[in-house]
């Protein structure tokens, strides 16, 4: 089981950017999916989170700029930044609560993390 993420880069303040993680392997179910982010030195911290039934949760930091998505037909969650601040800089990583296949129990699974530079 392998989560992939995309799509950082460097943008302008007040610019746009869309993340997105696919989960690949042997899956028997994906329950919630979300995005971290981390900056040297400091604590991962939730970003956003979606359930399978799509309920979300969000960091007060980015409430009404960036909306978590997902699609349950290819297991991929996305994260659309808008508004965006030197202080989203960071890298992000997404999350995803699985099953595996042959398995009763739900694990953790991350990406690889993909770096978010917000810069003029």
């Known amino acids: 089981v392998q989560l992939q993420a995309s799509g950082g880069g460097l943008v302008q303040p007040g610019g746009s950017l869309r993340l997105s993680c696919a989960a690949s392997g042997s899956i028997f179910s994906v329950n919630t999916m979300g995005w971290y982010r981390q900056t040297p030195g400091k604590q991962r911290e939730l970003v956003a989170a979606?359930?399978?039934?799509?309920?979300?949760k969000y960091a007060d930091s980015v409430k009404g700029r960036f909306t978590i998505s997902r699609n349950n037909a290819k297991n991929t969650v996305y994260l659309q930044m808008n508004s965006l601040k030197p202080e989203d800089t960071a890298v992000y990583y997404c999350l995803g609560k699985l099953v595996v296949t042959n398995q009763n129990y739900e694990n953790d699974y991350w990406g690889q993390g993909t770096q978010v530079t917000v810069s003029s």
């Open positions: 979606i359930t399978s039934g799509g309920n979300t």
